[in-house]
């Protein structure tokens, strides 16, 4: 019995595989034919259903991409710019008055220890002249006056801040100053009325240009010898004959060569040397002492030497002297020792070099 089951199971297997083989292809190209028509009559019927999402499909290909960017950039680390501009930076100053904007009103300005008039003039980039002019009735034309404290008015350019007085006319006033009125008109900070420019009496007046002649303070050449003693002047003296004469060449009267204050201008016939309290001042060449001591018309102590050449030089705002008058002195010998007497807004030394009554440029004889 067992055999023949045995027999049979073969049998059984190939009867299988030979309906496999001959109806399992058609019947899956039937399958497969059914389901493509079935497809197509869903498609037919609703074809909304069936319609390409192009926003959909961009929301995917975006979202695609930025997972990739950001994919990327974490593992490409970003390039580091160094940051420079620490280094450029500039600290802004909180002590600047004056503004590089041009200015078309007058300013004020307080006076403060070492100013001078140049060196106030050079702030504001006008000329020292400028200054006095404007400021006739607080320093009287003498630059000398200077004192800490004074308020002054700066004009807004170079030429001359005029008070209008009753009567006064644009022609006039141009003349006497030696401008011209189209210049006063047209200045904006005038604010006048080019069709009619009236103008009231005690307004300033900018005047553009205009210049008028200094009232120079200074004190006289003194002159060795017997003429000394006729100028008038306390504190000259009668020198008599001889002495000591000049080499015909000068030194610095200060162990410092830098200028402290004014510089040499039409205002000021001298130039102001940088020295401290008790530094000694030397004589800037040889010669005879004809003026040792106090000088009232704002010199303070002060010295000054006949080289017997056509030279005299002059030192001022001293704190002591220590020659007498009619000492004779070798180039280079002490006679006085620096200080801030008389007006003077700090301690300076005010060099005068002046030849044959005439003031000399002290830059052109010093070496």
């Given at each position: 019995m067992t055999q023949k089951l045995i027999a049979a199971q073969p049998q059984s297997e190939g009867i299988l595989k030979s309906l496999l083989n001959t109806?399992?292809?058609?019947?899956?190209?039937?399958?497969?034919?059914?389901m493509l028509i079935f497809a197509a009559l869903v498609i037919r019927i609703h074809p909304a259903s069936f319609k390409f999402d192009e926003k959909a499909a961009a929301v995917d290909?975006?979202?695609?991409?930025?997972?990739?960017?950001?994919?990327?950039?974490?593992?490409?680390?970003?390039?580091?710019?160094?940051?420079?501009?620490q280094s450029l930076q500039r600290q802004s100053n909180p002590r600047t008055i004056i503004s590089s904007q041009p200015r078309t009103s007058p300013v004020e300005y307080v006076v403060e220890s070492l100013d001078s008039v140049f060196g106030i003039a050079t702030k504001f980039n006008l000329k020292p002249e400028s200054i006095l002019w404007a400021n006739y009735d607080v320093l009287n034309d003498n630059p000398d006056m200077l004192a800490v404290g004074q308020v002054l008015k700066v004009p807004p350019a170079d030429g001359v801040l005029y008070e209008w007085q009753e009567n006064d006319t644009i022609e006039a006033v141009a003349q006497k100053f030696k401008a011209k009125p189209e210049d006063i008109i047209l200045f904006s900070g005038n604010h006048l009325d080019i069709t009619d420019p009236k103008i009231e009496p005690g307004k300033l007046i900018m005047i553009p240009g205009g210049k008028r002649e200094f009232r120079q303070w200074v004190m006289p050449t003194i002159p060795r010898g017997k003429a000394g003693v006729s100028t008038g002047i306390q504190g000259t003296c009668n020198t008599g004959d001889g002495g000591a004469y000049g080499t015909g060449t000068f030194i610095?009267?200060?162990?410092?060569?830098?200028?402290?204050?004014?510089?040499?201008?039409?205002?000021?016939?001298?130039?102001?040397?940088?020295?401290?309290?008790?530094?000694?001042?030397?004589a800037s060449d040889s010669g005879v002492v004809v003026y040792a001591g106090w000088n009232a018309s704002g010199y303070g102590y002060m010295v000054m030497i006949d080289h017997g050449n056509g030279y005299q030089t002059l030192y001022a705002h001293l704190s002591k002297v220590s020659v007498s008058c009619g000492q004779s002195v070798n180039q280079g010998n002490v006679i006085g020792y620096g200080g801030s007497t008389g007006n003077s807004t700090g301690p300076h030394l005010h060099f005068e070099v002046r030849y044959m009554g005439g003031f000399v440029n002290p830059w052109w004889v010093l070496p």
């Open positions: 109806w399992l292809p058609p019947m899956l190209w039937g399958v497969v034919a059914a290909v975006g979202e695609t991409v930025n997972k990739v960017d950001q994919e990327v950039r974490v593992a490409v680390p970003p390039v580091q710019v160094p940051d420079h501009s610095y009267p200060t162990r410092e060569t830098r200028l402290s204050g004014n510089d040499y201008w039409d205002g000021h016939l001298a130039i102001d040397l940088a020295v401290g309290v008790g530094d000694p001042v030397v």
